[in-house]
């Protein structure tokens, strides 16, 4: 079964960039959609973006409020991508998760990454 | 925008009971593209329902989902010890994707 491994946690400094990658088992991991989501403490779930398979030229579509601050991109050689915030404040504190699509954009997440905990602090 | 709101908040129930999650969205959604997952602390989000009433794999038939329109229930029939965790319907069917703010199951 296609497993979803992420990097670990980091400690970044407010006005900072952090990059977190996913990494898949399989290659099939390059056809399907891969989302980013984040949770802070105690909140909701909240969605960042999503990137597109090799096949589709690995556009990208962002959540507005994150537009001008994430980019999203993925690896095919290395079955992985990386999601990449900047202009990090203490609002950033969160979990940080990959999750699988399907093979359309419209589709649930089937798969998940164990979450990459970012804290962000002065 | 998509907006959901989940009610209860929270809802304490015992192993046996049945609990009746609801997913109200702001404006009328196709019921394609409703889905239900649960979280357990410390752990990522699992798929539970896609499609409205559709059971992801290895999900026992004691979750349920049903609704059209704008409003969206998760049933989960026979409380097990494992099911008291956090409960969030998704709404994946245009940009942005969003999520309610989640149902809080509790023993």
């Known amino acids: 079964q296609m497993l979803l491994v992420q990097s670990g946690a980091e400690v970044k400094k407010t006005g900072s960039s952090v990059k977190v990658s996913c990494k898949s088992s399989?290659?099939?991991?390059?056809?399907?959609?891969l989302h980013w989501v984040r949770q802070a403490p105690g909140q909701p779930l909240e969605w960042l973006g999503w990137?597109?398979?090799?096949?589709?030229?690995?556009?990208?579509n962002y959540a507005q409020r994150f537009r001008d601050r994430v980019t999203i991109t993925r690896d095919r050689s290395k079955i992985s991508s990386h999601m990449e915030l900047s202009s990090l404040t203490s609002d950033d504190t969160a979990m940080y998760y990959c999750?699988?699509?399907?093979?359309?954009?419209?589709?649930?997440?089937?798969?998940w990454g164990q979450g990459s905990m970012v804290i962000v602090s002065s | 925008e998509i907006l959901l709101t989940q009610s209860p908040g929270s809802l304490s129930l015992s192993p046996g009971e049945r609990a009746i999650l609801s997913c109200r969205a702001s404006?009328?959604?196709?019921?394609?593209?409703l889905a239900w997952y649960q979280q357990i602390p410390g752990q990522a989000p699992r798929l539970l329902i896609f499609?409205?009433?559709n059971r992801a794999t290895g999900i026992p038939d004691r979750f349920s989902g049903s609704g059209s329109g704008t409003d969206f229930t998760l049933t989960i029939s026979r409380l097990e010890p494992e099911d008291f965790a956090v409960y969030y319907c998704?709404?994946?069917?245009?940009?942005?994707?969003?999520f309610g703010q989640g149902t809080r199951l509790e023993i």
């Open positions: 999750a699988r699509g399907g093979i359309g954009d419209r589709s649930a997440f089937d798969m």
């Open positions: 399989e290659y099939a991991f390059n056809y399907r959609y």
């Open positions: 990137i597109t398979p090799f096949n589709e030229n690995s556009k990208t």
């Open positions: 404006q009328t959604i196709s019921d394609t593209y």
């Open positions: 499609g409205t009433s």
């Open positions: 998704h709404h994946y069917g245009s940009s942005p994707i969003t």
